[in-house]
T-cell receptor, first 113, second 112 residues
């Protein structure tokens, strides 16, 4: 089945450690996105990529890094420079075709203690 | 840049009709999307508008006016399961053709 997979669903890390969240899609989508969602809030764009080997900062990129070495994969690293990393992280992918929305993974809930 | 506004909360009665508004400002426009998100879950795609007018899909309809930077999502025959957050998202803007920005969402509570 085609889809977008995030792993793990829940992740715990100690303060000061970098952590990488996985996002894989087999939908052959060109564009991929990372969003952060805090309780009761909307989705805020961290990074997005429109094509392999290219990505752009979103509104809250500080303290995060990404790579797009393969079309299928868009991992997000939450670095120790991110001041408040505990949040729900959502990955999405989309085509450029008109009429098709972005599809989301199940999300990763990161808790930093 | 991009700016998207929607009401924070709305309440409605089961069986009724509710309209959720969204206004946006963007330097480039490549479509407007509506998503539904239940608490603790990922958003699911509801509708898409790129041209002015109304798009209907079952109990859900979405309207777009590009000149006014305005959209609404219309939910008919409300059911209890429609209690969720509804997110308006705009694609495009100065960041590129595929940049997708979300509003803060509207929490809809459906009461018996």
């Amino acid at each position: 089945d085609g889809g977008i997979t995030q792993s793990p669903k829940y992740l715990f890390r100690k303060e000061g450690q970098n952590v990488t969240l996985s996002c894989e899609q087999n939908l052959n989508h060109d564009a991929m996105y990372w969003y952060r969602q805090d309780p009761g809030q909307g989705l805020r764009l961290i990074y997005y990529s429109q094509i392999v080997n290219d990505f752009q900062k979103g509104d809250i990129a500080e303290g995060y890094s990404v790579s797009r070495e393969k079309k299928e994969s868009f991992p997000l690293t939450v670095t120790s420079a991110q001041k408040n990393p505990t949040a729900f992280y959502l990955c999405a992918s989309s085509t450029s075709h008109q009429g098709q929305g972005a599809f989301f993974g199940q999300g990763t809930r990161l808790t930093v203690v | 840049g991009q700016n998207i506004d929607q009401p924070t909360e709305m309440t409605a009665t089961e069986g009724a009709i509710v309209q959720i508004n969204c206004t946006y400002q963007t330097s480039g426009f490549n479509g407007l999307f509506w998503y539904q998100q239940h608490a603790g879950e990922a958003p699911t795609f509801l509708s898409y508008n790129v041209l002015d007018g109304l798009e209907e899909k079952g109990r859900f309809s979405s309207f777009l006016s590009r000149s006014k930077g305005y959209s609404y999502l219309l939910l008919k025959e409300l059911q209890m399961k429609d209690s969720a957050s509804y997110l308006c998202a705009v694609r495009g803007g100065s960041g590129g053709y595929n940049k997708l920005i979300f509003g803060a969402g509207t929490r809809l509570a459906v009461h018996p």
